[in-house]
């Protein structure tokens, strides 16, 4: 069966920080571009961060570069998000998802409609708050 699973959300002060994991299973990582989305409360999905299997090229939405690292762990067929120096404004739920790793990492967090994705993760909540 053909999985993604979140996990590695939670309530955490500004300031803080979590590691947020995507556990594939059924599949590969390996022939795919690999990306995490957030949608807050009454704001579209917004890609975050993505990463291509083939080339190890990656994406940061200027809100998270410096303070977010996407990375892959091929053993464990696992894409993680480190996400530090949290804000108020990334609390969201987050989301994994997938799609063939012809596509740039650009096409994928920024173009690229939802529907358009190969598979969804079903989400995990990041709370920023004091």
């Known amino acids: 069966q053909v999985q993604l699973v979140e996990s590695g959300g939670g309530l955490v002060p500004p300031g803080g920080s979590l590691r947020l994991s995507c556990a594939a299973s059924?599949?590969?990582?390996?022939?795919?571009?690999i990306g995490w989305f957030r949608q807050a409360p009454g704001k579209e999905r917004e890609g975050v961060s993505c990463?291509?299997?083939?080339?190890?090229?990656?994406y940061y939405v200027d809100s998270v570069k410096g303070r977010f690292i996407i990375s892959r762990d091929n053993a464990k067929n696992t894409v993680y998000l480190q996400m530090n120096s949290l804000k108020p404004a990334d609390t969201a739920v987050y989301y994994c998802?997938?799609?063939?790793?012809?596509?740039?990492?650009?096409?994928?967090?920024?173009?690229?409609?939802?529907?358009?994705?190969?598979?969804w993760g079903q989400g995990t909540q990041v709370t920023v708050s004091s």
């Open positions: 059924g599949f590969t990582l390996d022939y795919y571009t």
């Open positions: 990463i291509k299997s083939s080339d190890g090229s990656t």
């Open positions: 998802a997938v799609v063939g790793d012809f596509t740039t990492v650009q096409d994928m967090c920024i173009n690229l409609r939802p529907h358009e994705l190969d598979f």
